[in-house]
């Protein structure tokens, strides 16, 4: 339960960062709020040889508004993200789904950047040295089997961020940035569904920026996380709902659910429905139906897969109930 | 209780300022010069054959001081009984569980250690393992020790009554089948020793320990040291509720890496090691077949348990005994039967945990109470009532109560909890459609021990030493590990000195300075250690008396000590200062230092621990709890916003302590019924961090704990005070589980009770209710 | 990967102490500054037993390394008053009968402290989640929220 030795660097610039990134590759972690990256090391599930340490950046923890959209550093802390009056006014679902995370102290170190690559975990991964030495190695330790789904070809470790799946529903982007340039991709294409890269992260690249789109006017939306204690526990089952209502053209519904598969993702194609109706219980009852069925959760932590199938369709119900009772 | 000056109040903590600000200092707060860091070694296997060890790569790793195996300490085993010494410091020639202590080693630092560990090179052979007690009771299952031939660890068969006889009376007869799983103590502070060997054969030890003289008695056999050698210090300590009971394989290396290096060595467990391999409760299967007349009047008990004990026996024997005695109470129970097997699998070992087996049995017993009402169509209430147990009573196993406030505490406990307003019998529901959220209200009885009967050392021994400026400092080897036993034996020293709280210093226990003590477990330390202490000050008082008397020119009988003073009664002009008295007493008089000395056991006839037979304590506790559960029936998830505690104490020495108590009795009941599970695949555990494994937050404990007390005075305890923090988790499982079932009509016999598990149950009900409807013409 | 000379301004004092980049917060300020009053428990994040303020945030002092928070105010439980005089949190918290084996009092004192620094009129549910994150096995919490409160109307 002590670090294992690393060196550490601290750029000040983002191309600094990136600089440092490239000329250590796969040998160097990123580290931001460090809650999740520094309990990985203590346990030796990850072993950098130096930490590209991110907290001296300038103005990555910024929160401001660019033209029409709001822009999110990704050193913002989960705390300033849900105390931002802009995010409260604007994206109250992101503020909730922050709020949901961890604790007060893991909301105060924790970063959005962070919290959206927040690494797949298990409970037959996420242990010390000598407890996985009492097994062969799974994947995700260099080996080749995956105990929770066991016989399956892949690491199916399980994506438990919390503000992904908000991000996901409001049809965020992420800001990418490398030596070699930039990119901005939509928060859908830069997860994969695999617990061993579940990022389309290339090498040598940083996710600096989270962009969230429009003003924000005549949307609705509300995270329902699912978890076992009131606090501190990753998601059961987070499910992110977003209405964004057209006045004159169609409203616009997008469903994101988290911790049941190796990556955020959305569910039930976005739904676009007539300016002016609002959702029925029916059409409610159908997507939730839907949601159910198409997600296609392993057995993890004493919960089975029908179960963790069922508790998806209760949330996308308890989420959209609300959303239309609004 | 106004005819007390200082007992019966609310005071805080003695040792509250000192912990509020930080400064109090536990084990690993401490350090020595020259200190060197050591770590334990731990088998990856569940069972193994130790085909050989080579520490020589470790030993030659800069910054090594000291590698050892379990042949360092000869043949030494450990274990409350000479029967049952079947624990070793280290592996010796196998090993029985995963996480079990192989090797250790000192360094000049923790991270040196680590690596020193990676070095250690350890062959086995591996052994097929039995991590199922039923199936380790099955012929050809692996087998755990080589003397104890069929896993049996402990085996206790005892009848009382005519159980035949009785089953043939009652009108109404059930068997149900019962699992409490696996749980953790839950302390927050990390098991952990400082030791430092002086040659030739002098040993200092500063350990969390709740219970340090078992440790003495351990350290003493264990390196052939007499026991004026072995100084324990006891520092501060964070929690045991059981699991900080005796030595374990930490204390004896941490000495052992000391004698081998000369250099004081410091072992702190992380808390992975704690949840994977230190002690936990012993998981139970208890099968229960009650009689009751149509009235619902308890004729008989059939009990058969299956415990899971791990790998080694600890204090198993008096778990199997508890549940036994605590088949017998609250309820007149005229006829019992009792067969018990504590077997041996390839887990962590079992020991005792806050309620030590009557969790378990009183979960069964209660539950099932609750399914034979509602079978009956009786009142849930009216059946306790009906089944109370009260003063004078005796039990079929010739236990004495001397004092019972059941009564008054189910009645307490109904007004508290607004039983008329909120408890709709479940018959009556179930007719209606079941909402989003399901309530419901349950309670159950519970009674305790008030100091557990023991084998051997019953006895506790307090010394006060009555210093010339008027403060006194209390000497005992009772020690607190969190449950203000320091604050209230205080109080009881400065209420028969009549001064203040703050003018009684308690240092922590020292083997070398307090007198010896059998520990703090079974609810022993306010009853016990509380009556040493009064007979203690009550002789500092007589030896204070006679100078008083000269003093003041009264006669010795006439003479009160209140609030610093000391008063002739009938004469307010004739007064002397407290701090006067003394200082003429020690400095000016003859010198004489007042040493007052005290000692109080138990002195009920001796039971029979073979059968069960006598009495498991001098007295008992008893009360009620109420819970009201909310149930969401999608998601099957229950939360307990509010729980009513009303406990018969006897007399309430610290009301203040005596909420903390019940509130905390509270947390650890739910945490057990709802949140917390130590999951093992094939051994290994999955859980061994505090968020896998559930320790609840703030969230998830009742919002509002109402904790009432329930003053009957008992004959034996100190000033009338009966336990008031074990009994009060016993209760509080069946209080849950039957508020579930009021809720939504499910009976959960499996814990803990998982919200899938709950969904199940329902799913199930009404599967049956449909089916029962189909087949009805 | 050698020790770094770093500055540390911890409760007002500035130490200058070598430590390499992989040494946590948690470590310097226990094994080598000597405030052994933040605790040591799950050393992953769990627990809340060693949370510490920095820059006026309670945080996890086992998660976070020490070379990283040099120039900034960290706040340990030796900043508030000692055994002989305790702030009037400490006050509340003894009184109020939320101590009892004081392991987790520490951390509990500073994500408390935290709170009503920031906010010196929490609700019922502000406090709570304030404490989300710090266990307790001994008390159920019902009095660590009471004293909170009770402190919250001390101040005021």
Not at chain 2, 80 to 93: F, I, Q, S
Not at chain 2, 419 to 440: D, V
Not at chain 3, 124 to 132: C, D, K, L, M, Q
Request: charged residues 20%; proline residues 5%; glycine residues 10%.
């Amino acid at each position: 339960m002590r670090l294992k030795k690393f060196e550490h660097f601290e750029p000040r610039t983002l191309s600094e960062a990136c600089q440092l990134l490239n000329e250590h590759g796969s040998k160097a972690s990123v580290i931001a709020g460090g809650t999740d990256l520094v309990v990985r090391m203590k346990y030796g599930v990850t072993t950098p040889e130096c930490l590209i340490n991110l907290k001296k950046v300038d103005g990555l923890s910024a929160i401001s508004s660019v033209g029409e959209n709001l822009h999110l550093g990704a050193l913002a802390t989960l705390t300033q993200v849900r105390c931002s009056e802009l995010v409260q006014e604007r994206y109250p679902i992101l503020a909730e789904a922050a709020l949901a995370v961890g604790a007060a102290q893991l909301q105060n170190m924790g970063t959005i950047g962070g919290n959206i690559c927040l690494e797949p975990r298990c409970w037959y991964f996420q242990q010390g040295n000598s407890w996985r030495q009492a097994r062969p190695n799974c994947f995700k330790n260099g080996g080749a089997v995956c105990y929770m789904a066991k016989g399956s070809k892949r690491c199916y470790a399980l994506y438990c961020g919390d503000t992904a799946a908000a991000l996901l529903a409001l049809g965020a982007k992420v800001r990418l940035v490398s030596l070699g340039g930039e990119r901005t991709v939509p928060v859908e294409e830069f997860f994969v569904d695999d617990g061993m890269r579940h990022t389309n992260l290339r090498p040598g690249e940083l996710l600096a920026e989270v962009i969230l789109p429009g003003p924000g006017t005549g949307q609705r939306g509300t995270y329902l996380k699912y978890r076992k204690r009131g606090a501190l526990d990753f998601p059961i089952v987070g499910v992110a709902a977003v209405i964004n209502k057209g006045a004159t053209a169609a409203s616009r519904l997008r469903i994101a659910v988290t911790g049941v598969g190796s990556s955020p993702s959305l569910v039930v194609p976005p739904a676009d429905f007539p300016a002016g109706t609002g959702l029925t219980h029916e059409m409610i009852d159908r997507m939730a139906e839907i949601a159910r069925k198409q997600v296609k959760p392993v057995s993890h932590m004493e919960v089975s897969p029908g179960y963790r199938k069922e508790l998806v369709g209760v949330l996308v119900r308890d989420a959209l109930e609300k959303l239309a009772g609004a | 209780m106004s005819e007390y000056a200082v007992l019966g109040k609310r005071l805080p903590r003695v040792d509250g300022p000192v912990k509020a600000a930080g400064t109090a200092r536990f084990t690993d707060d401490l350090s020595l010069p020259g200190m060197l860091y050591g770590k334990i070694l731990r088998s990856p296997h569940a069972h193994a054959r130790i085909v050989r060890i080579d520490t020589t790569r470790a030993e030659n790793h800069p910054g090594v001081r000291a590698v050892i195996v379990g042949e360092d300490f000869g043949d030494y085993r450990y274990g409350l009984r000479a029967d049952t010494r079947d624990e070793y410091p280290l592996a010796r020639g196998k090993v029985r569980y995963l996480g079990e202590e192989v090797a250790a080693v000192a360094a000049v630092d923790e991270e040196t250690a680590l690596e020193a560990l990676n070095l250690i090179q350890v062959e086995y052979e591996v052994l097929s393992a039995v991590t199922d007690p039923e199936e380790a009771l099955r012929e050809g299952a692996p087998q755990l020790h080589d003397d104890k031939p069929g896993n049996i660890s402990v085996h206790m068969k005892t009848s009382f009554g005519d159980v035949d006889d009785a089953f043939r009376q009652a009108d109404y007869i059930r068997e149900d089948r019962f699992y409490s799983q696996s749980v953790l103590h839950g302390f927050l502070e990390p098991n952990a020793a400082l030791a430092l060997w002086e040659a030739p054969n002098r040993i200092t030890i500063w350990a969390s320990k709740q219970s340090p003289y078992f440790l003495y008695r351990n350290l003493s056999n264990c390196f052939n040291v007499p026991l004026s050698n072995v100084r324990l210090i006891q520092p501060y300590i964070g929690g045991g509720f059981g699991g900080k009971n005796g030595g374990y394989p930490v204390d004896f290396c941490a000495v052992m890496l000391s004698k081998k290096t000369g250099r004081p060595v410091k072992i702190v467990l992380t808390m992975e090691e704690v949840l994977s391999s230190h002690r936990r409760r012993h998981p139970m299967i208890v099968r229960l077949k009650t009689g009751v007349k149509k009235d619902g009047t308890i004729l008989a008990h059939d009990c058969r348990i299956i415990a899971d004990g791990g790998a080694g026996t600890g204090v198993g024997p008096s778990t199997i005994a508890n549940a036994f005695y605590f088949l017998n109470l609250p309820y007149v129970v005229p006829n019992v039967r009792y067969e018990a097997f504590r077997v041996y699998t390839n887990r962590p070992i079992s020991v005792a945990q806050r309620g030590n087996g009557i969790q378990q049995i009183r979960y069964a017993a209660d539950v099932q109470l609750e399914m034979i009402a509602h079978d009956l169509g009786l009142d849930p209430v009216q059946i306790r009532q009906k089944n109370a147990v009260y003063t004078g009573y005796r039990t079929a196993s010739g236990m004495n109560i001397h004092s019972c406030g059941l009564q008054e505490t189910i009645t307490e406990a109904v007004k508290a909890a607004e039983w008329e307003t909120h408890y709709r019998p479940w018959q009556e529901k179930e007719k209606e459609p079941l909402g989003r959220i399901a309530t419901g209200v349950g309670i159950a009885c519970n009674s305790f021990q008030s100091g557990a009967r023991l084998t051997g050392h019953n006895c506790c021994t307090a010394v006060i030493k009555v210093h010339e400026d008027g403060t006194a400092s209390l000497l005992t080897g009772s020690t607190d590990s969190g449950q203000g036993s320091e604050t209230v034996l205080a109080m009881i020293v400065a209420e028969v000195l009549g001064t203040r709280l703050e003018d009684v210093f308690v240092p922590q226990t020292d083997s070398t300075v307090t007198p010896v003590d059998p520990g703090s477990f079974g609810s022993r330390v306010s009853s016990t250690a509380g009556n040493a202490v009064l007979i203690a000050a009550q002789d500092a008082r007589s030896q204070l008396l006679p100078v008083a008397a000269e003093l003041l020119k009264a006669a010795p009988e006439d003479i009160e000590f209140r609030d610093r003073k000391v008063l002739v009664r009938g004469a307010p002009d004739r007064v002397l200062r407290f701090r006067d008295l003394t200082r003429q007493t020690v400095a000016w008089g003859s010198g004489t230092s007042i040493i007052g000395q005290g000692s109080w056991g138990q002195t009920v006839p001796p039971m029979n621990f073979e059968t069960g037979e006598g009495d498991a304590s001098g007295a008992y506790s008893f009360g009620t709890q109420a819970a009201w559960v909310e149930v969401d029936t999608q998601t099957g998830k229950v939360t307990v916003p509010r729980m009513v505690v009303a406990h018969d104490l006897g007399f309430a020495l610290n009301p203040l302590a005596v909420e903390g108590q019940h509130e905390g009795s509270i947390a650890g009941g739910v945490g057990h019924t709802i949140y917390e599970h130590c999951v093992e695949e094939n051994g290994q555990n999955l859980t061994p961090n505090l968020t896998a494994y559930g320790l609840p937050t703030v969230y998830d404990l009742p919002e509002e704990m109402v904790s009432l007390s329930i003053e009957t005075i008992d004959p034996v305890g100190a000033f009338g005070a009966k336990e008031s923090g074990e009994g009060t988790q016993v209760s509080t499982i069946p209080a849950i589980v039957n508020a579930i079932h009021n809720a939504i009509g499910v009976w959960i016999t499996d814990l803990p009770v998982t919200p899938e598990k709950v969904l199940k149950a329902l799913r199930d009900r009404k599967a049956q209710d449909r089916a029962t409807e189909g087949g009805q013409p | 990967m050698l020790d770094q000379l770093i500055h540390l301004k911890v409760n007002g004092t500035l130490h200058t102490v070598a430590v390499p980049p992989h040494r946590t917060l948690l470590e310097v300020l226990r094994e080598q500054l000597g405030y052994t009053g933040t605790k040591r428990a799950c050393r992953v994040g769990d627990c809340g037993a060693c949370t510490v303020i920095i820059d006026g945030k309670a945080v996890l002092s086992c998660l976070t390394l020490a070379v990283e928070v040099q120039e900034k105010e960290i706040l340990t439980i030796e900043a508030l008053g000692d055994g002989d005089r305790p702030d009037t949190l400490q006050q509340s918290f003894v009184d109020c009968g939320a101590v009892q084996c004081g392991f987790c009092t520490p951390g509990m004192v500073m994500s408390a402290k935290a709170l009503l620094d920031e906010n010196p009129h929490p609700d019922r549910e502000e406090v709570r989640r304030a404490i989300a994150g710090n266990l307790c096995r001994c008390t159920g919490y019902a009095k660590i929220v009471e004293a909170i409160e009770d402190a919250a109307t001390r101040l005021s």
